[in-house]
Every structure is written in C-alpha cells, then in structure tokens.
C-alpha cells in the first residue's frame, strides 16, 4: 500500500490556501498549512513532508529565508515557489537557494500544479 | 707771355666731353670725334672717321619703337634751316656694341645738342653735336617707376590707401584708393587733418586725437576708428603712419597707409556675436557642463547647472582638479575616465555615475566625456556634459516597486478565481448546459486578464531594460509541448486542429522562460485569430545553426498595409480590431523584444482572410542582446 504523501503549503493567502487544500487533498495528499516562515520552520520540526510550496512574499520574514535555512541544513526536501511577483532576477534567486521550480500562481493550472508536485515527489 | 700754339684737333679730341663734328651734307659725315664720344658709345676713331652719322649709328633693328635715326635727323634739319642750335629731349639711341662684347646692341639714353658753327659769311661750316649719357640716370628712374608701380599694385590688391602728410601746411597727398576708403569715387581736390577728423564719428574723434599727439612723440601713428561716408553710411579704418621730423624736431611730415576693415570688424562682432550666444547657451543648459586642460585636467571653464549640482562657485572650481573637492575613490574614479577619453581619442558615455556634492548628497549623474584637439590633432581639453539623473533613477526604481505591488495585487485574487474555478471544473457534470457554458465563459476571461497583466509586465521590464537573460541548454520541443497542452483546452472547445510538428527535437542555448513567453504569445494570438475548426500548426527544425520555429494557422491573416507596423508598439491591424476590440496591441512587440533579446528575428507572412505564418529563428548557440 502506498504511504499518503505530505505536502507542507507557505501561504498567508486564506483563498488560496483553502485551493490548495482542497485540490491536494483530492489528490490523495496530506497537507500541512503554513502561513508564514516561523510556522513552516515550526512544522518542519515534527513533520517531514514531501514537498513544500513556497510562496515568497509572506508577512515577516520572506519565503526565501526559509530557502536559505534548507540549504543551510542541506534539507533535500523538494521546494516549489509559488508566487506572483516575477521580477527580473527573482526566479533565478530561487533556484540558486535551492528551490527545484518556479511557477506564477496566477499563469499555472492546477492540473499542471499537480503534475509538477507528483514528478517532484515521485523523484525522492 | 708764354707761347700757346696748340694742335687744336688734339685740344678738340681731349675735351672731357661727347662731341662730334659733322658736315652739314647729306650723310652728316663725321669729321672730328672726342675720345669721352669714343669710349662712351665703344667706337674707334678710324672707323668713323669720314663716315655718315647714321652709317655708324643705325637704329637698333631688335628695338620696334626705336626713333633715334628719326629725331636726330629732324633735330640735325632743324639746325640747318635755323642755323642755331637745338636740345633734344632725352633720346633713347642704342648703340652696336662691338663683336668682342657678342654684337648686337646696347641699351642707351642720350640728352643730345646740336648747334651750327657758321663761317664769316653765315654759312654753316660745321654742326658740333654734343651728347651726354643719361643712361644710369635713366635707368635708375626706370627702376623707381617701377617699384612705384609695383607699390601701388601691392597696395592696391592689399586694399590699402596711401598718404603724405605735409604738416606744416595741413595738405595731404593721397592714393585713389585712399579717397575711395573715405567714400569718394575719385581723387578729393584737397585733403588735410582737418577734413579727415570730419571724418571721423564724433565718439572716436578724441581717441585719434589723442594717438596722433602720441605720434608726435614716438614717431609712429596707429589706430583704429570708424567713419563716416558722405552718403552718411559708417565704416572701420586703420591707419599707420611714420613722423618726419625737421632739424628742430618739429613734425614736418608723416607718411601712411589706411585700410578699410569693416568686414573684418563685422566678422569680428558676429564671432563675438556667436560666442556670447554660446556663452549664453552653455551658462543657461541645465546640464553641467565643464571644461579641463588635457594636461593637469584642472577645470578651466564651468557653468551654471555646474555650480548648483556641486554646490561650489565658479570662483572655486577653476584652476583646481577634482582631487580639492571629491573623496579620493570617486576622484581617481573621475581621472581614470579622464585619461582614458584623452588617450583613446574617444569620447566616452558613463551612463551612471554616483558624486558627492557640497549641498545635495550624493546624486547619480549620467555623463560624456568628449576630447577637443589643437591643430596638430592632440588633446587640448576635455569636454564634460554631465546631467542629473537622480530624479530619473528614483522614479525608475519606484515605477519598477509599483509594477511589482500592482501585479502582485492583481494576480493573487486572479490566481485564487482560476484555481476555484478549476475545482468547480471537476465536477462539471452536476452543473446545467447554461451553468457549464456561463462558467467556460468566465474562465476564459479570467485567463485573458491573466495574460493582459503579463503582457504589460513584460513591456514594462522590456522598457527599463530589466530582463535578464539565464542561458541555459533548452529543447524546444519540451518549451512547446506543455504550452500546446494549456491551448489544446480551448481549442477542443472550439473544434480546432492544434498540432505540433517536430520530426527531430532542436535544443539550443538560450532562456527558457522567455521563450515560454515568445510563444505563448504567438499561440495565444493564432488561437484569438482563428475561427472555430480552424487549424494551427507548429513546427521545429534546424537550419544549420539556427533553430526555426514557425507557428501557421488558418485564421483572419494580416491585412498588407499592416505588415509594416506590425511588431510596433500598441499597434493593431484594422481587421483584428474588428475580431477583438479589446487587445492591447502590446504580443507582438514583447514577442519582437524578446526575440531580439535572444539574438534572434521573427517575421511575419500572410494574405488577408487566408491565415498568417510566423517564423522566429534563434541561433542555436547564442549571443544575447544584454540590454
């Protein structure tokens, strides 16, 4: 039988958040919901999940110190940002701290959120 | 008393004088010669002796105008009829110089008299024709004619007059010329000071005044003044003249040149003219701009704008270098770029550069550096233009802040719409045929919106040249075929044909998300432009070393006088307005933009009403644009 895939989101959206989970959750995924970086570094003390969806502009401190803190403690967990602001340079910040993908939340589908999400996954 | 019997032909011979004897016959033979005659015309006595005057002196047969013959026979007849004497005027008579000397003839001038000597009877018994040679005095007065002539033509063509100034009895001797300076066609019948002060515009008379009293002293006059014409119209002279003094030392004479300078002085006012206009121009530009020797770059000249951007004087600036005003990094900053402008011969163009100034902080100025040459084509000075660009800089980065606050403030809320949508799209089946249709519609909106604010994101980085290229192996079938998938939803709703042909994958270096972007756009705009069951088909290949990819669809096509504006910015051809009112004229041009940027073309081929083609070629191995 297959383990039930955990999929920790950073989000401080309420709307989006309430998406995610109940797209994820069809998908057979459990999902934990953070709604800043402290909460997300909270969760990731007891839990080890699969996958995290990172967006960047959170209240506090930014998604990309929770990037700097994985690669910090050479935590291999998959992490895809989700957020709005493209700014030149932003994407490449990313993926430079670790971060395997980089998508607008607004230009994805969730279709094509969660085959990202399931090939990530699927790669541990 | 001493006996005197004297052989009075050798008396005769002796004379310190040019005398002949001749007969009064026919030939006027020659019947005594003194020896002063023989030497000075290089005759021997025996060999004219008994001869005809003018058997021993012909004309000279090389001179055309020669009339010694002529008037010394007229001058000899006078004589005979008169039986007295007659003195000719000055004679030019050559002389047959001897075969010794290489013959020919020898240039002379004569002063002749010829007197009768008459028997008791009256008779003329004889004609005493006596000469003397001019030829030296002549000549010499030939020379002075001609280097008068040659000082009138020389001041002629130098446009100069020339006077003589008696001062004892104020009179003047001119040139025509210089009456025609004063105004006057012809030579004046009197001249003097006093009728050249009235000359002279009142405002000038004192200082002519006072530069001939200085000459009375010095010996020299010069001056410039302006004069007025008798038709009342005003011009430039300058004279120079030399004082002649008596043995008292009184001025008794000067002699002098005038010029008439005026269209010197009216070049002279119009550089004075142009360089106060650009005096005026560089103080009041609101750039700084600032001038330094090439040797020492110490400033030598600097504006206004200069003085309020750096908030020192003028007085302060020129003569010092900018080591006596800015911290030593930003002054060897500023000399490097100094020398190397000098030294390259090049101008150079610093687009941002930050300054300490004296009053404002720093500011960041965007600056050219121009080299100026002598005649000898090395740097003499350094030219600098500098504007203030802080204000520009500013509203950039807070143009760039909003851009980001409104995207994300717009994409979240559309970001949270999509994805509920697409969570009421799984269960699709429960809703009514209206309820799916109404939902499809407000779907398709939403993403519509969603491409507007990338659109404009794009063209907003495109303009502040923010885009940043990250080179990276891409294949352009894994670009395509997730995007192909996003489309392939709406145009099965519509019953096209989306497919994609690509016999061999083509990978190339290049950056991924903005070809994403490139061909979104392309597809998003086939599908807009196409009517259901329409077809759009997209193809890779490789052409040696550039990548071709082509996106063709059956749709509206291009209208021909639109094919020129076509990648321009908010440009819309008039057929696509009519299919979508609502676009923003903005996918062509970002897709142009970004093309480029990538080192790459996109150009477009279509008939109206029969679909459109387009082709972007990429290199396969790049060379960004980096903006």
């Known amino acids: ?57 959170l209240p506090g401190k930014p998604g990309t110190a929770l990037l700097e803190s994985l ?23 990313c993926m430079q701290l670790g971060a395997r993908d980089f998508v607008i939340k607004s230009n994805i589908s969730l279709q094509t959120l969660g085959q990202l999400i399931e090939k990530y996954t699927n790669e541990r | 008393m001493a006996t005197f019997n004297p052989d009075f032909r050798k008396v005769f011979e002796s004379v310190p004088g040019c005398y002949l004897i001749l007969l009064p016959d026919r030939d006027f033979t020659i019947v005594a010669v003194s020896d002063a005659y023989l030497e000075a015309t290089k005759t021997e006595r ?55 000397e290489g013959g020919g003839f020898e240039e002379r001038y004569w002063s002749p008299r010829n007197s009768a000597v008459l028997d008791e009877k009256g008779d003329i018994l004889c004609i005493v024709h006596c000469v003397v040679d001019v030829t030296k005095q002549k000549q010499t007065e030939n020379t002075l004619q001609d280097s008068e002539q040659r000082l009138t033509l020389a001041l002629d063509a130098a446009q100069t007059g020339a006077w003589d100034l008696d001062m004892i009895h104020d009179t003047a001797i001119r040139s025509l010329r210089h009456d025609q300076i004063f105004g006057y066609n012809t030579l004046q019948p009197t001249w003097g000071s006093a009728i050249f002060f009235k000359h002279i515009v009142p405002e000038d008379r004192q200082m002519v005044q006072q530069a001939f009293q200085e000459a009375v002293t010095t010996g020299t006059l010069i001056f410039e003044c ?45 550089i004075e003219r142009t360089k106060a206009f650009l005096d005026s121009i560089i103080e009041n530009i609101p750039n700084m701009i600032f001038v330094k020797d090439a040797q020492e770059l110490r400033f030598l000249r600097f504006n206004k704008a200069g003085e309020e951007l750096l908030g020192y004087a003028r007085s302060d600036m020129l ?94 809320p559309l970001a949270a719409m999509r994805w509920s949508f697409e969570i009421l799209k799984e269960r699709i089946s429960h809703f009514s045929d209206t309820e799916q ?14 491409e507007t604010i990338n659109t404009m994101l794009s063209v ?39 497919t994609l042909d690509a016999p061999e994958d083509c990978t190339i270096i290049s950056d991924a998300t903005l070809l994403r972007e490139i061909f979104s756009n392309l597809l998003s705009n086939a599908i807009q432009y196409t ?47 009519k299919i979508k009112a609502g676009g923003s004229g903005l996918g062509l041009y970002v897709i142009r933009s970004l093309t480029t940027l990538l080192g790459g073309t996109v150009s477009a081929s279509s008939k109206e009403g029969k679909g459109a083609t387009f082709t972007v070629r990429l290199p396969v191995l790049s060379t960004f644009n980096t903006p």
């Open chain 1, 1 to 57: 039988m297959m383990t039930t895939k955990i999929i920790l989101i950073v989000e401080d959206d309420a709307p989006l958040q309430s998406n995610l989970q109940v797209y994820l959750t069809a998908q057979q995924y459990r999902v934990l919901q953070a709604g800043n970086v402290e909460e997300a570094s909270e969760a990731l003390q007891t839990e080890t999940p699969d996958l995290i969806l990172l967006d960047l502009l």
């Open chain 1, 71 to 93: 690669k910090a403690k050479e935590c291999h967990i998959p992490v895809i940002v989700i957020t709005n602001t493209d700014t030149p340079g932003r994407r490449e910040e």
């Open chain 2, 46 to 100: 025996s060999n004219i002796l008994g001869k005809g005057l003018f058997t021993v002196f012909p004309d000279n047969p090389n001179d055309p105008n020669a009339t010694g013959v002529k008037n010394l026979t007229a001058s000899l007849q006078t004589v005979l009829k008169t039986r007295g004497a007659h003195t000719m005027a000055i004679q030019k008579y050559d002389i047959p110089r001897p075969a010794a």
């Open chain 2, 226 to 270: 302006k004069i007025q014409w008798p038709d009342s119209s005003i011009h430039w002279i300058t004279a120079r003249g030399h004082m002649y003094y008596d043995t008292k030392q009184t001025p008794v004479r000067m002699l002098g040149t005038v010029n008439d300078i005026t269209k010197h002085k009216q070049a002279e006012d119009e």
């Open chain 2, 319 to 412: 003569g010092k270098n900018d080591y006596d005003f800015f911290p030593k990094t930003e002054a060897d900053f500023f000399t490097k770029k100094d020398r190397d402008v000098l030294e390259s011969n090049t101008p150079l163009d610093i687009p941002s550069e930050p300054i300490r100034t004296r009053t404002k902080g720093e500011r960041i100025l965007h600056t050219k550096k121009i080299p100026i040459y002598d005649k000898q084509g090395k740097p003499k000075y350094l030219l600098g233009i500098s504007e203030d660009i802080t204000e520009q800089k500013h509203a950039e980065k807070a143009r760039a802040e909003f851009v980001m606050l409104v995207s994300h403030q717009l994409r979240t």
């Open chain 2, 437 to 450: 249709r109404l939902m499809n519609q407000s779907y398709t909106a939403m993403l519509g919106m969603s």
């Open chain 2, 460 to 498: 907003a980085h495109i303009d502040t040249q923010k885009i940043m290229v990250n080179p990276s192996e891409c294949s352009l079938s894994n670009v395509l075929k997730p995007l192909l998938n996003d489309f392939n939803v709406e145009a099965q709703q519509r019953h096209m044909h989306l």
């Open chain 2, 531 to 577: 009517p259901d069951e329409g077809s759009i088909c997209v193809s890779i290949k490789k052409e040696g070393q550039t990548a071709i990819v082509t996106v063709t669809d059956t749709g509206i096509g291009i209208p021909e006088n639109a094919m020129g504006s076509l990648f321009e910015k908010l440009f819309r051809a008039e057929n696509a307005k």
